[in-house]
């Protein structure tokens, strides 16, 4: 474990004594340096690199070999965030063994300190095959982006007394299963904070309201680097589409008028030098062929 590096006790601690845990997604090696620098807890290297970073319209296509080069560009960059491999969709939902085998390559080939996986139901097997491996799982309920055709879309989960105690139940035997820590996405505030407190370990909301023990984000939403309609649960911190849009364009622009490149971005020569080369550069270039 690097020095300095936050410990999953850490993250017990902070949720008995009510301090919040920060966790967002980082997906490179720049964006999880600013985020270490910010003081972010936690470093999801999350599948929705398969919408924000690599172009798909789902987190499905996503595979492991992507997601271990995300991991690793990552944990090189970060000493003090604990990193978690994103399980991708294929890579746990076959069988106990499949899931063991792929979370050892998080840890091994990506260096992650932890895995997410999503779901219930057979992720509960999956969970305590993983962790009976000896890495930590975090799981995740709720809306679960990799089934979402399964709950009917993009929606929020656990809106009936009915599906919210199956929410509950499903969050009771995640930590059972021995994850460390929960993702509950979308899901009504109520339910949020019901889970949150019937839990011994540490839920992180996403869209699940402030009563959660810690929140993430995906750093292209909260940049403002994703445009368009966002989900209710977007706050956009900054506009980073814009700036870097006006930038490149002003780039453009300055290169086709010529004021790009000037004076001070260019090198110099010896004068003398120059005038040597000057005066027969060219033919004893073509003379040194
Ligand atoms: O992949 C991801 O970014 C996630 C978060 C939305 C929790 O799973």
Known sequence: MKPGKLTLSDLAEMKSRGHKIVMVTAYDAPGARLAEEAGIDILLVGDTAGMVV????????????EMLFLTRTVVRAVDRPIVVGDMPFGSYNVSDEDAVRNAVRFVKEGGADVVKLEGAGPSLSRATAIVAAGIPVMGHVGLTPQTETMLGGFKTQGRTAAKARRLLSDALALEAAGCFSIVLEAVPTPVAARIT???????????AGAECDGQVLVY?????????????FVKRYANLAEEIRHALGTYASEVRDGTYPAQEHTYAMPEDELELFSA?????????R
């Not at 292209?220 to 209710?232: S, V």
């Not at 060219?282 to 003379?287: I, T």
């Open 54 to 65: 690599l172009g798909h319209d789902s987190t499905v296509p996503v595979t492991m070999d």
């Open 197 to 207: 407190e019937a839990l011994t370990v540490p839920t992180i909301g996403i869209g």
């Open 220 to 232: 292209h939403d909260l940049l403002g680097l994703t445009e368009g309609r966002a989900p209710r």
């Open 280 to 288: 027969d550069g060219v033919e004893q270039a073509h003379r040194e």
